[in-house]
């Protein structure tokens, strides 16, 4: 089993920061890929940013590039988040997936994540 932890949500307004974190705990098959995705209300859950363990090159939505920088630390299983220019539109709950290479995950596809958090919710005020 695998255990996904969010946390550092919070409400900012536009042109703010925040970090999100998030520990992955239990088989560790599952810990090669992490990624954080968001979900709108009213809207499907997207891909923000997802990295390999091993020092793979991340990807990003188009969104969020020049924005959002996304990193690990490989000794505590620990994801992060660092989100900077916050907007309106970065309003979301927030996951954090967990996925093994098998499951050939991308960004674009959220049901190649088998393993979620409970996700932590951003706000950003205009």
């Known amino acids: 089993q695998v255990q996904v932890v969010e946390s550092g949500g919070g409400s900012v307004q536009s042109g703010g920061s925040l970090r999100l974190s998030c520990t992955i705990s239990?088989?560790?098959?599952?810990?090669?890929?992490m990624g954080w995705f968001r979900q709108a209300p009213g809207k499907e859950r997207e891909g923000v940013a997802a990295i390999r363990a091993g020092g793979g090159a991340a990807d990003y939505a188009n969104s969020v590039k020049g924005r959002f920088t996304i990193s690990r630390d490989n000794s505590e299983n620990t994801l992060y988040l660092q989100m900077e220019g916050l907007k309106p539109e970065d309003t979301g709950m927030y996951y954090c997936?967990?996925?093994?290479?098998?499951?050939?995950?991308?960004?674009?596809?959220?049901?190649?994540?088998?393993?979620w958090g409970q996700g932590t919710q951003v706000t950003v005020s205009s």
């Open positions: 239990g088989n560790s098959a599952y810990k090669v890929f």
């Open positions: 997936g967990a996925a093994s290479s098998w499951d050939c995950p991308t960004l674009g596809n959220t049901a190649r994540w088998p393993y």
